[in-house]
């Protein structure tokens, strides 16, 4: 595997003198070079082709795609060769390092906005060029944008790019699942459809948000966490108030991109025309503001890494498990955060295997949530299910975003809206769990007698109504009366109906679904606001079994070992409850999001179907 496009970049390792590590990657290792013959300072990138998980053929793509692809801002490669074990790729060596190393050096709390615009509008062109050239890059964060002693922005690492010329098609969607959760688009989560070359515009987007921070939104939460949050809440933004030192434009463009339909988000040729860009500067910018007193980057990048080994090797004493470790990928800027849907898919088939869980219902508990927040006028004007998803997430119809058309007129910034999304936005899934602890009493006969009852919809398919309106449908579902049990082996299997209500082990009842359950729509909207309230009805109980046996504990004193193993255990298998019950969520969200698209498909059918028999009869009156 040798390429050296002008011939000129010896291919032989005992032509060059590795210095000091620079970086790190997942299966990386960059170093500061010498290239002798040349006389030249390069960086190498030295990949271990046995620890690679990724295939000689993803390896070499990034290869070609490297010293192919030729624009100023995109890190070119001059050769690559093997070693021994391993791949050599010798690059210019960008002395400043990458965006994400500044901010962590000197700027941990983001750039200025001049500063932000000048490095976006690199990034910019450098993606409207692999746009323009049929790549997705698939990894657009601030830890691939690099700079150089000069100010020169590179968006760099291709190790995840695709070509869309492989498949012989430029519009074709991509269906592999690469990248970093944080940055990720929804579309790119949810492998519904494929994605194409707009999930690089999401994330552009998250990286504008990064270097306005410091960090990447949701980047304190494990990777589970982020996939359920990026697809059922508002898509972030900047703050109304958190974030006054930012212009409009700015505001504009971030909201622009963090649109969660890509084919409302703009093309990168269009947002290179927004008026945020009247911000950026030339190189020399750069050079003068934010790299003007950085030391060398060997010597920052040693002292990262040191701090870095001393902040987890305290972490890991305090927690231990697989999230806070996946949260230390993340911290030193790396793909190993790299999200593997067929490993959720393979761990939710596990679930199915091992767990019979047996979960009945009556019409109370539907009541009993009708008015979480105390205001079942306003729960219960919307779509119940989605209401009730947006109890715990504020998510969607809340915070609309614009197509490309309207950049300049999309975000609404007054104060109301604003405070509204950032009191919303400022709190987390557990806050907002926590919060409905405390506000509701699911056993008040008063809170549930003020609801109506439930009714359930047998009718085997979607009436015309419900095709009409989508809020329509969802009310019917919770307006019925039967009583019925209802028993589950795996994921959503009904397998002995009964009459009388009955509660589940864990004290949860839930609607019957009856024999509707023959229609895959049917069964799967019928049970998936159950299944997804059971999911956070759990999660509510067990954090607040966790809160009270930390104040038994503090009221106690009680540090006996005894305790303290029976408290690790609880821990462990709380812990591993969570996963199973966020990989039960991920799905109940895209199984509902198949069914909206269903009934939505099935209403235009109709609509269609209305005119054209509209037509006909216009005709036959004629004749
Ligand atoms: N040409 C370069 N000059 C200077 N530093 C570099 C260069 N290339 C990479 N680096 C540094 O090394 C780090 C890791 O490199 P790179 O991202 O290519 O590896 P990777 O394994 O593909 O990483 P990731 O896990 O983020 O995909 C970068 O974040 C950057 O800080």
Request: net charge neutral; proline share 5%; charged share 25%.
């Amino acid at each position: 595997m040798e390429y050296s496009p002008k011939k000129n970049f010896p291919v032989d390792p005992k032509d060059y003198t590795l210095y000091e590590e620079v970086g790190q990657g997942v299966s990386a290792t960059v170093y500061r070079a010498l290239c002798i013959p040349l006389n030249i300072i390069v960086a190498i990138k030295v990949l271990d082709l046995e620890k690679c998980n990724n295939d000689l053929d993803v390896i070499r793509r990034e290869v070609q795609t490297m010293i192919l692809l030729d624009h100023p801002n995109l890190l070119k490669a001059h050769c690559s060769f093997t070693a021994s074990r391993s791949l050599w790729i010798v690059t210019p060596y960008m002395a400043a390092g990458s965006c994400l190393h500044i901010m962590k050096s000197a700027h941990p709390d983001g750039f200025e906005q001049p500063v932000i615009a000048t490095l976006l509008h690199g990034v910019l062109k450098a993606i409207a060029y692999l746009h323009a050239h049929g790549h997705i890059h698939r990894d657009v964060k601030a830890g691939n944008i690099l700079v150089d002693t000069k100010g020169a922005v590179k968006l760099a690492d291709f190790g995840v790019s695709a070509s869309l010329f492989e498949t012989g098609n430029r519009q074709h969607a991509r269906k592999t699942f690469v990248g970093t959760p944080c940055w990720m688009a929804p579309e790119v989560m949810q492998q519904l459809h494929g994605y194409d070359f707009k999930a690089d515009i999401w994330s552009f987007g998250i990286t504008a948000l990064e270097l306005a921070h410091g960090h990447a939104p949701f980047s304190k939460y494990p990777p589970m966490k982020v996939l359920l949050m990026t697809l059922q809440n508002a898509p972030p933004g900047l703050d109304y108030e958190r974030d006054k030192r930012f212009s409009k434009s700015f505001k504009e463009i971030v909201a622009a991109c963090l649109v969660k339909d890509p084919k409302k988000r703009p093309t990168a040729e269009k947002l290179l025309k927004h008026r945020f860009f009247k911000h950026a500067h030339n190189k020399e910018f750069i050079a003068r503001t934010i790299l003007d007193g950085l030391s060398l980057l060997g010597d920052r990048f040693r002292m990262l890494k040191q701090k870095e080994a001393e902040f987890f090797a305290q972490n890991e004493a305090m927690h231990g498990d697989k999230d806070h470790l996946s949260q230390q990928e993340y911290m030193r800027g790396i793909s190993a955060w790299n999200f593997d849907l067929e490993d959720l898919k393979r761990q939710a088939a596990l679930i199915e295997d091992d767990d019979g869980i047996t979960i009945a219902e009556n019409q109370d508990w539907s009541c009993k949530h009708r008015g979480e927040f105390g205001n079942s006028a306003d729960v219960t004007d919307r779509d119940p299910i989605n209401a009730r998803v947006d109890s715990f997430n504020f998510s969607r119809s809340e915070w609309k975003h614009s197509g490309p058309d309207e950049i300049e007129e999309i975000v609404d910034l007054s104060p109301s809206v604003q405070g509204k999304q950032s009191s919303y936005s400022g709190l987390d899934n557990l806050e907002k769990r926590r919060y409905l602890l405390r506000n509701v009493n699911s056993e008040d006969p008063k809170f549930l007698s003020s609801l109506p009852p439930l009714k359930v919809d047998h009718s085997p398919s979607v009436s015309a109504d419900e095709g009409s309106d989508h809020l329509t449908r969802h009310q019917k579902r919770y307006d019925g009366s039967s009583l019925h049990e209802t028993a589950y082996k795996g994921r959503f299997k009904v397998t002995v109906p009964e009459s009388s209500p009955k509660v589940a082990p864990n004290g949860i009842t839930i609607p019957y679904f009856g024999e509707s359950a023959n229609s895959i729509v049917g069964t799967s909207a019928s049970i998936l606001p159950s299944l997804h309230c059971i999911l956070q009805q759990n999660a509510m109980q067990r954090e607040e079994t966790m809160r009270l046996v930390e104040v038994v504990d503090q009221i106690t004193g009680n540090h006996t070992e005894l305790a303290e193993s029976v408290t690790n255990n609880k821990h462990m298998q709380i812990s591993l409850a969570s996963a199973r019950e966020r990989v039960l969520e991920y799905h109940v969200v895209g199984i509902q999001n198949k069914i909206d698209k269903l009934v939505e498909e099935l209403r235009i059918q109709k609509m269609k179907n209305a005119k054209l028999e509209g037509q006909l009869s216009a005709v036959v009156d004629k004749e």
